[in-house]
Antibody, heavy 118, light 111 residues
Framework: QVTLRESGPALVKPTQTLTLTCTFSGFSLSTSGMCVSWIRQPPGKALEWLALIDWDDEKYYNTSLKTRLTISSGTSKNQVVLTMTNMDPVDTATYYC??????????WGQGTLVTVSS | NFMLTQPHSVSASSGKTVTISCTRSSGSIASNYVHWYQQRPGSAPIIVIYVDNQRPSGVPDRFSGSIDSSSNSASLTISGLKAEDEADYYCQSYDSTTPVVFGGGTKLTVL
């Protein structure tokens, strides 16, 4: 059974750096074709793709946010970490991680709401 | 880069059929698979159609997907609408430089 769980701060201040961790089980990110992606959703708005790490450690970023994002495999083999710098109130959103197989996201975490406010 | 455009909202009566479109702005819709996700309020998205027209196990056969190259669009069709189908639906595709592109989402209302 594949599971993913997002963890991180619920509240960050403007200009701070956000660090989110996706802890997963039931699959190996080193399996060919696998990936983990971060996707966010501001309240009442659409899904927005942020970043993706592939099974071969190739990384991809949303071009409009690329300068602020870093995705990496965590210290544990079953974790993926996303950092986003210079947080702003417009970054308030629910942040999801999702498992992808050949770019099909078949398992999602429950999401974690991050509020940016002073 | 390309965009996927969906209607903001659609509605249909219970028991009827509704189709949600997803139009690709550049590049061929047939070049890369299209996937569809359902998101109910307060929940994470779940996949309902993958690789254009395949249904994951557990998704009713009332859900179907298709591709139309002439309009450069993909479609999600839900027949025999039920109240439980009321949700937001997102299409998703990719290309060689951008691994994930989501459509803007469509709110389905079952009357």
């Amino acid at each position: 059974q594949v599971t993913l769980r997002e963890s991180g701060p619920a509240l960050v201040k403007p200009t701070q750096t956000l660090t989110l961790t996706c802890t997963f089980s039931g699959f190996s990110l080193s399996t060919s074709g696998m990936c983990v992606s971060w996707i966010r959703q501001p309240p009442g708005k659409a899904l927005e793709w942020l970043a993706l790490i592939d099974w071969d450690d190739e990384k991809y970023y949303n071009t409009s946010l690329k300068t602020r994002l870093t995705i990496s495999s965590g210290t544990s083999k079953n974790q993926v970490v996303l950092t986003m710098t210079n947080m702003d109130p417009v970054d308030t959103a629910t942040y999801y991680c999702a498992r992808g197989s050949s770019r099909t996201f078949d398992s999602w975490g429950q999401g974690t709401l991050v509020t940016v406010s002073s | 880069n390309f965009m996927l455009t969906q209607p903001h909202s659609v509605s249909a009566s219970s028991g009827k059929t509704v189709t949600i479109s997803c139009t690709r702005s550049s590049g061929s819709i047939a070049s890369n698979y299209v996937h569809w996700y359902q998101q109910r309020p307060g929940s994470a998205p779940i996949i309902v159609i993958y690789v254009d027209n395949q249904r994951p196990s557990g998704v009713p056969d009332r859900f179907s997907g298709s591709i139309d190259s002439s309009s450069n669009s993909a479609s999600l069709t839900i027949s025999g609408l039920k109240a439980e189908d009321e949700a937001d639906y997102y299409c998703q595709s990719y290309d060689s430089t951008t691994p994930v592109v989501f459509g803007g989402g469509t709110k389905l209302t079952v009357l």
